[in-house]
C-alpha cells in the first residue's frame, strides 16, 4: 500500500503484522498494483499537478531495481493504477490530464483511451478528472470514475471499450456509458467479476460519502443503486479485493487500513495512523519450499 505524504510503498500481512517498507522517497505515490508473475511492483506517482510531472515506476518485490517506466510528463496526475494481468498492460487515470490511459508493462505504447477535456480551463472544471479505474478484459470493458468538486454530488462512474471504435478518437468515442451518476466523490474501483458486481470508495461527506459501496455491473433491471456497505471512513480512498477469501481491505487518509467481508460485515481495522493512505492492492506471493 502507499503513504502520501511520506512517499512510501509499504507492505504488510492481512492481519496487519510484518510491516516492510519497500521503497520510499515517492512524489506523492497513488496507485499501486502487484504483478505477482513478474514479481514486480508498480505504483502512480502523481507529482505536483500545477507541473504536470506525473510518472510511474516499477520496483521487484524486495525494493531492489527501481525504474521509472512512464517519465516525469507522460502523465500529467495519474492516480488508481490496475494491471490488466490477461492482456499484460497497465491501465490508469489521469487526473488533471482529464485522461484514461494505458501501456505496456515495459511503459511502452503509453496510449490514451478516453480524453474527458483540454487545456487548463477544461482542467478547472473537476467533473472532467478521472480517478479510479478497473478493467473487464473478458466483457471488453473498461470502469473509471470522474469525481466531480469535493462533496458536490457530481460524481459518476463510467464504462466504455477497451479499445477505441474504429474511426473514432478517444475525445469523441461514442460507446462511453454513465452507470452511476450524481455520487458525492466516487474514487477507487474494483471488480468482482465472478459475482459481476463493481465495488468503490466514495471519500465525499456523510450520508453517502465516506463511504464502501458496490453495485451490480449488469442490473436484470438495467437500474443501478449504489448499495453502501459501511461509511465513517475519513476520506476513503484505496480498495482491493480478496475473492479467494470473500474479503475486502481499504484504506483512508486518516491512516487506517480496514478489512471487512465482501457485504462490509466483519468490519474491523487491521492497522491505524499510518499516514495519509492512498492505494492498496492485495497479492498472494508464493513462499519457497525449505
Given at each position: 500500500?502507499l503513504?502520501?505524504s511520506?512517499?512510501?510503498?509499504?507492505s504488510?500481512?492481512?492481519d496487519?503484522t510484518?510491516?516492510?517498507t519497500i521503497?520510499?522517497g515517492?512524489?506523492?505515490?497513488d496507485?499501486?498494483?502487484?504483478?505477482?508473475?513478474?514479481?514486480?511492483i508498480?505504483w502512480t506517482?502523481?507529482?505536483?499537478?500545477p507541473?504536470?510531472?506525473?510518472?510511474i515506476?516499477?520496483?521487484d518485490?524486495?525494493?531492489?531495481?527501481r525504474?521509472?517506466?512512464?517519465?516525469s510528463?507522460?502523465?500529467?496526475?495519474?492516480k488508481?493504477?490496475?494491471?490488466e494481468?490477461?492482456g499484460?498492460?497497465?491501465?490508469?487515470g489521469?487526473r488533471?490530464?482529464?485522461r484514461?490511459?494505458?501501456c505496456d508493462?515495459?511503459?511502452?505504447?503509453?496510449?490514451?483511451?478516453?480524453q474527458t477535456?483540454?487545456?487548463d480551463?477544461?482542467?478547472?472544471?473537476?467533473?472532467?478528472?478521472?480517478v479510479?479505474?478497473?478493467?473487464?478484459?473478458?466483457g471488453g470493458h473498461?470502469?473509471?470514475?470522474?469525481k466531480?468538486?469535493s462533496d458536490?454530488?457530481?460524481g459518476?462512474i463510467?464504462?466504455?471499450g477497451?479499445?477505441l471504435?474504429?474511426?473514432e478518437s478517444?475525445?469523441d468515442?461514442?460507446?462511453?456509458?454513465?452507470?452511476?451518476?450524481?455520487l458525492?466523490?466516487?474514487?477507487?474501483?474494483?471488480?468482482?467479476?465472478t459475482e459481476?458486481?463493481?465495488y468503490?470508495?466514495d471519500r465525499?461527506d456523510?450520508?453517502?460519502?465516506n463511504s464502501?459501496?458496490r453495485?451490480?455491473?449488469?442490473?436484470?433491471n438495467?437500474?443501478?443503486?449504489p448499495?453502501?456497505l459501511?461509511?465513517?471512513?475519513?476520506?476513503?480512498i484505496?480498495?482491493?479485493l480478496?475473492?479467494?477469501d470473500?474479503?475486502?481491505?481499504?484504506t483512508?487518509?486518516?491512516?487506517?487500513?480496514?478489512a471487512?467481508d465482501?457485504?462490509?460485515?466483519?468490519?474491523?481495522?487491521i492497522?491505524?495512523?499510518?499516514?495519509?493512505l492512498?492505494?492498496i492492492?492485495?497479492a498472494?506471493?508464493?513462499?519457497e519450499?525449505p
Amino acid at each position: 500500500m502507499l503513504e502520501l505524504s511520506d512517499g512510501r510503498v509499504f507492505s504488510v500481512k492481512p492481519d496487519g503484522t510484518d510491516k516492510k517498507t519497500i521503497v520510499s522517497g515517492c512524489r506523492f505515490p497513488d496507485g499501486v498494483a502487484v504483478d505477482v508473475e513478474a514479481g514486480h511492483i508498480y505504483w502512480t506517482n502523481m507529482g505536483s499537478p500545477p507541473v504536470n510531472d506525473g510518472s510511474i515506476e516499477r520496483v521487484d518485490m524486495d525494493g531492489s531495481n527501481r525504474t521509472t517506466i512512464v517519465p516525469s510528463g507522460g502523465t500529467y496526475t495519474p492516480k488508481q493504477l490496475h494491471l490488466e494481468a490477461t492482456g499484460r498492460k497497465l491501465y490508469w487515470g489521469d487526473r488533471e490530464g482529464m485522461r484514461v490511459m494505458r501501456c505496456d508493462l515495459d511503459g511502452s505504447n503509453v496510449e490514451t483511451l478516453v480524453q474527458t477535456g483540454q487545456g487548463d480551463n477544461d482542467r478547472r472544471d473537476q467533473t472532467r478528472w478521472c480517478v479510479g479505474i478497473a478493467v473487464d478484459p473478458g466483457g471488453g470493458h473498461l470502469y473509471w470514475t470522474q469525481k466531480g468538486p469535493s462533496d458536490a454530488g457530481l460524481g459518476k462512474i463510467l464504462r466504455a471499450g477497451m479499445d477505441l471504435p474504429a474511426g473514432e478518437s478517444a475525445a469523441d468515442r461514442s460507446d462511453i456509458e454513465v452507470l452511476l451518476q450524481g455520487l458525492p466523490e466516487p474514487i477507487d474501483l474494483q471488480l468482482d467479476l465472478t459475482e459481476r458486481t463493481l465495488y468503490w470508495t466514495d471519500r465525499g461527506d456523510p450520508p453517502r460519502g465516506n463511504s464502501v459501496n458496490r453495485t451490480p455491473v449488469d442490473p436484470p433491471n438495467g437500474q443501478r443503486e449504489p448499495e453502501i456497505l459501511w461509511t465513517h471512513l475519513m476520506e476513503g480512498i484505496g480498495i482491493a479485493l480478496d475473492l479467494d477469501d470473500s474479503r475486502m481491505f481499504v484504506t483512508d487518509m486518516a491512516g487506517t487500513i480496514y478489512a471487512a467481508d465482501l457485504d462490509g460485515s466483519n468490519r474491523r481495522e487491521i492497522l491505524i495512523a499510518q499516514g495519509n493512505l492512498t492505494g492498496i492492492a492485495h497479492a498472494v506471493i508464493p513462499t519457497e519450499e525449505p
